[in-house]
């Protein structure tokens, strides 16, 4: 039970951050706009995925807003890597296929393969409790 409701979560996350980047390239498509976009998707993804694996993936309670923030750092710093996987799809597929949605694409890729890596690292590092 608790794989699927991982890859739901996944899939949500996914969808958060790619229409966090849609919604960056409407507001904003000059230059640089492609790492922008990646960037803010990434927030908007890494916060919603932190509250939902926390909560009913891990079932941790944290101890007051210090441990909170605690274990959030360390559970970014443990996404620092997957999201390199991530990046490099996208940036990827962007740059070899000429077609404007090549990159949600590669993101697409991207964010199921450091899912998986993620939730291994978060298990062993993050939550291990």
């Given at each position: ?12 996350s996914?969808?958060?951050?790619l ?24 927030l ?86």
């Amino acid at each position: 039970m608790i794989a699927i409701r991982y890859i739901i979560f996944a899939i949500i996350s996914t969808i958060v951050n790619l229409f966090f980047q849609w919604l960056s390239f409407f507001v904003y498509s000059g230059f640089l706009s492609l790492y922008l976009a990646m960037f803010i998707g990434t927030l908007a993804g890494l916060v919603l995925k932190y509250i939902l694996d926390k909560k009913y993936i891990f079932f941790h309670e944290t101890k007051g807003a210090k441990d909170n923030t605690k274990k959030f750092m360390l559970y970014s710093l443990m996404g620092v890597f997957t999201t390199f996987i991530f990046w490099g799809f996208e940036i990827g597929f962007d740059y070899v296929y000429d077609d404007e949605n090549a990159k949600y694409l590669g993101a697409v890729i991207g964010l199921a393969i450091g899912y998986v890596v993620k939730y291994n690292l978060d298990k062993k590092f993050v939550f291990k409790d």
